[in-house]
């Protein structure tokens, strides 16, 4: 779980990495001893996770438009990575407006979209928990978005939401956060044990839920 910068778990921290400074975030907490005291470090491993989820599907994001669905905690760390993989554009677009305009203070070149209003775009994110229930849908008029677009959603309990249901229909490249999970994880679990842990078809198959 993605904490945010200011609430929570991160007071009683005593270091960020850089990246969990860079993102607010933190996902992955451990402690070093440091001149004989015990230092307790917050970390972010979302961002790695997010961009090697997109090198598993072979797609290159480089020089595209993206636009994000949301403004939650994992989703500083989704522009980051975007960033880092040299996206052209990102636009996001928040139920609650002002989250969206507090994401903008840390990231100024990020355009705002007000919800249910369709943008031009290569890739579209659902960074919200709609999806997590069966009944729930996005409302938005893809019918003018075009094609060889990808539609790719965090969750991935259920395998497929209406939002990446909805993509597929369309004949669009659909991906969940399956990947990204998994990834994410993989790189906590070296933090804690400096062991990397290899991925396979078994482990990518324990998540098939």
């Given at each position: 779980?993605?904490?945010?910068?200011?609430?929570?778990?991160?007071p009683f921290?005593d270091k960020?990495?850089?990246l969990?400074k860079?993102?607010h975030?933190?996902?992955?907490?451990?402690?070093?001893?440091?001149?004989?005291?015990?230092?307790v470090?917050?970390?972010n491993?979302d961002v790695?996770g997010?961009?090697?989820?997109f090198?598993?599907?072979?797609?290159k994001v480089?020089?595209?438009k993206v636009?994000?669905?949301?403004?939650?905690g994992?989703?500083?760390s989704?522009?980051?990575?975007?960033?880092r993989?040299?996206?052209?554009?990102?636009?996001?677009?928040?139920?609650t407006?002002?989250?969206?305009?507090?994401?903008?203070e840390?990231?100024?070149d990020?355009?705002?979209?007000?919800w249910g209003?369709?943008?031009?775009?290569?890739?579209?994110?659902?960074?919200?928990s709609?999806?997590?229930n069966?009944?729930?849908q996005i409302k938005l008029d893809?019918t003018?978005?075009g094609?060889?677009k990808?539609?790719?959603?965090?969750?991935y309990n259920?395998?497929?939401t209406?939002?990446?249901?909805?993509?597929?229909?369309?004949?669009q490249?659909?991906?969940n956060?399956?990947?990204?999970?998994?990834?994410?994880?993989q790189?906590a679990?070296?933090?804690w044990h400096n062991?990397?842990?290899?991925?396979n078809?078994?482990t990518?198959?324990?998540l098939d839920?």
């Amino acid at each position: 779980v993605t904490v945010p910068f200011k609430k929570l778990v991160i007071p009683f921290l005593d270091k960020l990495t850089p990246l969990a400074k860079e993102t607010h975030s933190v996902n992955t907490i451990y402690k070093i001893n440091e001149n004989g005291k015990d230092i307790v470090i917050g970390d972010n491993t979302d961002v790695s996770g997010f961009e090697q989820s997109f090198e598993y599907i072979n797609y290159k994001v480089k020089n595209k438009k993206v636009f994000i669905l949301g403004a939650g905690g994992v989703v500083s760390s989704i522009i980051l990575a975007l960033k880092r993989l040299g996206v052209a554009k990102i636009l996001l677009s928040n139920r609650t407006k002002k989250n969206a305009e507090n994401l903008k203070e840390q990231y100024k070149d990020l355009e705002i979209i007000d919800w249910g209003q369709i943008t031009d775009f290569d890739v579209i994110i659902n960074a919200t928990s709609l999806g997590l229930n069966k009944n729930d849908q996005i409302k938005l008029d893809y019918t003018s978005v075009g094609k060889n677009k990808l539609f790719y959603d965090v969750i991935y309990n259920p395998r497929k939401t209406n939002f990446l249901l909805k993509g597929k229909e369309l004949g669009q490249k659909t991906e969940n956060g399956k990947m990204m999970f998994i990834y994410q994880a993989q790189l906590a679990f070296k933090i804690w044990h400096n062991i990397l842990p290899k991925i396979n078809s078994e482990t990518i198959k324990l998540l098939d839920l």
